[in-house]
């Protein structure tokens, strides 16, 4: 777990373990029976209220609701009035998986919000209507009132955190977009990452050190465009930051210099060689830099160009509300090829790129127009399969796995080697939330490497 979010529950928990503790033993009886006894109706009454709401339809259904999320809240419920401290921490991060689920499906936080009230109303009912002594209803409300609002507001954290993310990799996406075209902008750059070598070489070497302060490199036009724009527009990557030491190592290198007396040969030409290596180092950072984003602007993964995983998460968003709204079946597949430990372990890694870009190849060539495939990881692929049941979805995977099969990959002239690929795949249930998907995926594919590889298995 982020640091950020272990912090932020430490701080809540802080809150939340006194109330606990210095509850009454009657209060806490109390808590139990309305869990026990109200749990399921307290459940039913916060969906009531949602479904007043016919905004609410776009991201729920009935079906859904009754068969699972209903018993969810109910346990949830539960939990919230009547566990102890000990299992405050688990039930902490309960609310942050909640509260991610919530983001990615894209129920707005005030639902949530609004349903916790009819709980409130709920409990406060219970009190009234068992005629439970003032004092003692005080506290039970209180406390149940602060324990809801507390897991509601870990939830809404998780669920800001998400959204945050998700907005800063679309202002990246946009900024590489601005950005127009990182071409022309790279050669801008590295050319005047050399003009300000060159001059301090120049400076360093004529002795004009002397008269003139030397530019550090940070207020190059370099540096202000890496300080001010650079950062901003990639984010703080690794290249970023090696870059930012690279040039802090030149401007320290450059402060120590006593520009007031001559410098020594030797000293002059120590200094030279760093700054020319450390520029040298900065140009390859920023052409990685630059090819990364190139790639990322159209959402190409480098070697195989088949889309990478960034946009994952917008595809599936998409596909599994247009599949809810208009009642399509769609599948997942995770394809994994066999055994490529042992083509990098045989035949080094750049065969082992060659035999990737292969099998991208034959996966774009053989789905439908209509589908998406991504490079999910090092070695692994992922078919989004619109209006695919199972059935249609097997049928289309099993022409995959037997092409690549049987279509010969040449290593080295002269020498094919055997490519297979395992496959799991899973079908849409009508849960909102696409993770499942992928998480259903990878256990059917962990099931067709276990039973034998090239293989096929579903997740049902
Ligand atoms: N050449 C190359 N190799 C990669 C790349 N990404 C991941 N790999 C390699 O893929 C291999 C994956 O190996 P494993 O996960 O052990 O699995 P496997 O050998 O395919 O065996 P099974 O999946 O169990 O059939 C590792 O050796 C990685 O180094 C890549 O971009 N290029």
């Known amino acids: 777990m982020q640091e950020e979010i272990k912090q932020y529950i430490s701080v809540i928990l802080k809150e939340w373990q006194p109330l606990r503790a210095e509850l009454p033993q009657n209060v806490i009886v109390i808590l139990r029976n309305i869990a026990e006894e109200q749990s399921d109706n307290l459940a039913h009454r916060f969906y009531e209220s949602l479904f007043k709401d016919p905004a609410i339809a776009r991201h729920l259904s009935y079906e859904l609701v009754e068969e699972q999320l209903s018993r969810s809240l109910s346990k949830w419920v539960k939990a919230i009035l009547t566990q102890d401290e000990s299992q405050f921490e688990t039930l902490a991060q309960q609310q942050y998986h909640v509260g991610g689920v919530h983001a990615r499906i894209g129920i707005p ?78 050669g801008k750059q590295q050319s005047a990452l050399s003009s300000w070598e060159n001059s301090v070489i120049y400076g360093l070497v004529s002795g004009v050190h002397q008269s003139e302060a030397l530019i550090k490199i940070s207020d190059s036009n370099f540096g202000l465009w890496f300080r001010h724009k650079c950062v901003r527009q990639f984010g703080e990557t690794e290249q970023i930051q ?8 030149i401007d320290q290198k450059m402060a120590s210099l006593d520009i007031t007396t001559d410098i020594p040969v030797e000293k002059l030409q120590d200094l030279l060689r760093i700054i020319h290596a450390c520029c040298q180092k900065i140009s390859t950072y920023m052409e990685m830099l630059f090819n990364d984003v190139s790639h990322m602007q159209d959402g190409k993964d480098a070697l195989t160009n088949l889309l990478n995983k960034r946009y994952l998460p917008i595809v599936l968003k998409h596909e599994v509300s247009l599949a809810m709204e208009n009642h ?19 035949w080094g890694h750049t065969v082992g790129d060659r035999a990737l870009t292969h099998v991208a190849n034959l996966l774009s060539d053989n789905i439908r127009a209509s589908d998406y495939v991504f490079r999910y990881g090092g070695e692994e692929f992922l078919i989004v399969l619109v209006e695919a049941g199972q059935s249609e979805a097997y049928m289309l995977l099993e022409r995959i796995r037997r092409i690549v099969s049987s279509t010969p990959f040449e290593a080295v002239s002269g ?38 590889r090239n293989r096929i298995e579903q997740h049902k």
């Open 328 to 346: 399509l079946p769609l599948s997942v597949a995770i394809i994994d090829v066999d055994f490529f430990k042992k083509v990098n372990d045989e």
């Open 415 to 452: 020498k094919n080697l055997p490519i297979t690929v395992s496959i799991g795949y899973t079908v849409h249930d009508g849960h909102p939330d696409y993770n499942q998907l992928l998480n259903r995926a990878d256990v059917a594919l962990y099931e067709a490497k276990r039973n034998g």
């Open 242 to 249: 090696q870059i930012r030491l690279l040039m802090t190592t």
């Open 109 to 186: 936080v005030e639902f949530v919000q609004r349903g916790a009230r009819q709980l409130k109303y709920g409990i406060y009912d219970y009190i009234t209507q068992h005629n439970i002594e003032t004092e003692l209803g005080l506290q039970v409300m209180h406390y149940a009132a602060m324990a809801i609002d507390i897991a509601i507001e870990m939830m809404s954290h998780a669920y800001a955190m998400s959204h945050y993310r998700a907005t800063r990799n679309e202002e990246a996406y946009r900024m590489h977009v601005l950005m127009n075209n990182a071409w022309q902008e790279q």
